[in-house]
């Protein structure tokens, strides 16, 4: 099977975007508006760009990490400590539906492109902010980063075994987790906009979007009074074994299956012990019960180890998933070699100037059944003149003496 | 300081979503569509309704799961299997915008509800599908849950110690981590909508949904060409301590803070001992360099874990967290009790026919400085009537007919 072709759904078309974002909670915010249609020129600096172009000084070319949450923008370079400079990113403004920051808490407003100033020049613009606290919190000034929010927002506290200490959960919820509520935000005042011309000034807390990705953790607080426990590899209200992550053949660091049963479906329990060739235990008065398996959760978890590990987690995912839920634990490698996600788009290999093919995850929804078509990150201000050109009608030697001047380069 | 008074930013004002989503990872989309202002009429069967009410046998009254999920929607009781009933939301369909379910797969075709008939009756309708696995997987038919969908997508293997087994990451990503990426698809679609007036069907599967949250492991895959390794508390490209989560006083399960030190800053780690009362390590060769501490990263970890435990974890916070990054790692009961989250709105309390007071995370993102008002989320068939009539002009008589027919329930 070959790839399928992207078709770009093309449903944010026409809209610009004024991209002022670094790292990642905002750029992830403006990768998905770029991936939709919209117009995004991302504003870099003269010299270096994101910082997440280069994440250690030995980095040559662009890091990984930002081609990941920049594709399908455009990069322009301006100095914003220089007056021109500023005026060019005031002008942009004028022209953008939406603009987008996520510095230090304070540092916009010190360049001269608070919701303010930007609000009066355009009263339409849609201008999203992202912070690590929010506004009237006792850490409001403070920095945050993913880990920073993922400790004060909650996420490690229901995360790891029951009796250890909390653990970081490794998808970065602080900051695309973040990003995305902020894209629902703006995008809903897009279509607002449409009817009443009026713009908004949107802030989002990395701490505070925490809470959206916790709440069944929050539903078990109502019910009990008390913090929610951590219950390792159980679902968050716990219990129920087995649940469970278990080892397979040939026993590397991610040969593993999850498999599920379902306090509601008293079935799965001897329907797994059918799948696992031990149909003797069942009606086993040891297990017979959630009760009595809570009470026997290492023998049970002894049993189905035993026959998960003489097999390989895609066979064992087979096996026991036509008899109740299950899961192979996959890594990225995997993952990103998995012929089956390039074939669907979901992951798609583009060329790109100084990485010859890059391969990344796309959008993951499909629209009518065709996947989003992904295209190069900028190289720093690749798109300068461009972009000058596009949003301002700058013609190309008014570009060319801005260059010289260092008000931009390329 | 009183809770800053919620204000309704209308966003999706006018716009109606019929919702026959269940549990959370269609709840959690048509959720947020609801916060936005959008008319949600969630329609349920008319004996038990979305299960997520009922979690389990002994659930006297809705689950605070369910109300977590469902606020600010109205409920319509619909019996599916009666002609009528399928004929009333098949009446529905014609005056809804969106259109939203998460069934198992084939369940909703077989109801007679597919895209292909609704796009029939209605072409201008965004109809949004969220699947565990995509169309074309070889687990395309089957069931997943929230934990499936990460072990298969990538969030387990990145998550916990480097050299323990995989672990699970706590938030619900696969639920509603997927429901958001598909909200944010119906939004731009629906802005699209505003000048083409053409419907889409949108499809999102949960596995393929993780991916978008791993893409700084995928970017360290990239590079390495190896799967991306746990690192445990560190961020997910590691080697970089002391980076860690450390003990405080008085020893509770969640008396932790987060201490971050960044690979960029050589400054962090001289800071960070004077902050400790340990100034005369600074320049001590065993630590001075990064390379230095990964080798003597477990006497680093006690060095600064000495400190920690005779501090609790808000005094640790705001002395560490003054030098270098850090932050005290919060539990749900301290978030929802925490006064700060319900005076900027971000956590609210809300009156409930049946819990009396009911305390829940509202959206996080402010419009011009304000929070989203949230609203009670229905009872079984509290609104049946009341929609019928709103979205079909029916009499309260004819509603009433359906009543007794068993058509409908109340």
Known sequence: MTAMTPVAPGCLKGVRVLDLTQFEAGTSCTQVLAWLGADVAKVENTTTGDPGRRLSPTNKKDDPYFL??????????????NPQGLAIVKEMAKKADIFMENFAPGAIERLGLGYDVLSKINPGIIYGQVKGFGEGSPYE??????????????????????????????????????????LVSILSALYQRKETGKGVHLQVAMQDAMLHYIRNSFGI???????????????????????NIYPCAPGGPNDYVYVYTSRGNPQHWPKLLEAI?????????RYATQAARIEHEAEIDAIISEWTRKHDKYEAMRIIGAAVPAGAVRDTLE???????????????????THGTFKMAAWPVRFDGKPVPVKAAPLLGQHTDEVLKDWLGMSAEDAAKLRADKVTSA
């Open 277 to 285: 060739d031990r149909k003797d235990l069942i009606g086993d008065p």
């Open 221 to 243: 607080t109502s019910k009990t009074g008390k913090p929610a426990p951590r219950t390792g590899a159980q679902s968050n209200s716990g219990g129920n074994p087995p649940c």
């Open 335 to 353: 993952l990103m070699n998995d012929p089956n996600f390039e074939e669907r788009g979901i992951i798609q290999k583009i060329p790109h100037p």
């Open 68 to 81: 990941n949450y920049n594709s399908n923008k455009r990069s322009i370079t301006v100095n914003l400590k």
């Open 141 to 182: 000034n403070n920095l945050a980063f993913d880990m920073i929010s993922q400790a004060c927002g909650g996420t490690m506290s229901i995360t790891g075994d029951p009796n250890g200490p909390p653990a970081k959960p490794g998808p970065t919820i602080g900051d695309t987790g973040t990003g995305v509520l902020m």
